[in-house]
């Protein structure tokens, strides 16, 4: 069974910084791009980052550029998204996703950014 | 960066209509469109891909279609169970969903 579980959400300060990560089973992760999408209480999809299958290229919505960086671990099939300089508008829901034909998404994680 | 102009906002419908939901892309997106289905408190799901490719397992009654800038996705005979919000999603450069659709029931 595919599962993508997501963790390390939670309440944080602007300004500072959260580390959400997405631990993948169930397929062979190193064979799939992966994708970070959140989601602000009541409000659309917004793809927010990308990485292909093996690392090597990553790419971002303009808003997050500079200061969120995705990454991933083949090894341990998971993914990373490092999230510094938050801001009240990064509050959403984060889900990791394979956002292709082989279509999973995780439960998605809260994070919350305020004083 | 590619925008997509998803309409209308909200839909009502009864039991059994057909509705249709489109998508304008800021410039042509070459079918690579896809459309997901997401209830209250659930990820989303992919209906349809590439424009009008069904995932295995999806009802018949979900279709897709467009070319270039503009598509649509329709819901013929809608059911109950197909009350949720849809989101267009193109791909062909990098990756922007449209704004959402709410179906509700009239």
């Known amino acids: 069974e595919v599962q993508l579980v997501e963790s390390g959400g939670g309440l944080v300060q602007p300004g500072r910084s959260l580390k959400l990560s997405c631990a993948a089973s169930?397929?062979?992760?190193?064979?799939?791009?992966m994708h970070w999408i959140r989601q602000a209480p009541t409000k659309g999809l917004e793809w927010v980052a990308s990485?292909?299958?093996?690392?090597?290229?990553?790419y971002y919505r303009d808003s997050v550029k500079g200061r969120f960086t995705i990454s991933r671990d083949n090894a341990k099939s998971t993914l990373y998204l490092q999230m510094d300089s938050l801001r009240s508008e990064d509050t959403a829901t984060y889900y990791c996703?394979?956002?292709?034909?082989?279509?999973?998404w995780g439960q998605g994680v809260m994070v919350t950014v305020s004083s | 960066d590619i925008q997509m102009t998803q309409s209308p906002p909200s839909l009502s419908a009864s039991l059994g209509d057909k509705v249709t939901i489109t998508c304008q892309a800021s410039?042509?997106?070459?079918?690579?469109i896809a459309w997901y289905q997401q209830k209250p408190g659930k990820a989303p799901g992919l209906l349809i891909h590439?424009?009008?490719t069904l995932v295995s397992g999806i009802p018949s009654r979900f279709s897709g279609s467009g070319s270039g800038r503009d598509y649509s996705f329709s819901i013929s005979n809608v059911e109950s169970e197909d009350i949720a919000s849809y989101y267009c999603?193109?791909?062909?450069?990098?990756?922007?969903f449209g704004g959402g659709t709410k179906l509700e029931l009239k």
């Open positions: 590439y424009t009008s």
């Open positions: 990485i292909s299958p093996s690392g090597g290229s990553t």
């Open positions: 410039q042509n997106i070459n079918k690579y």
């Open positions: 169930g397929f062979t992760f190193s064979n799939y791009g």
């Open positions: 999603l193109q791909y062909d450069n990098s990756w922007t």
């Open positions: 996703a394979t956002l292709s034909l082989f279509d999973y």
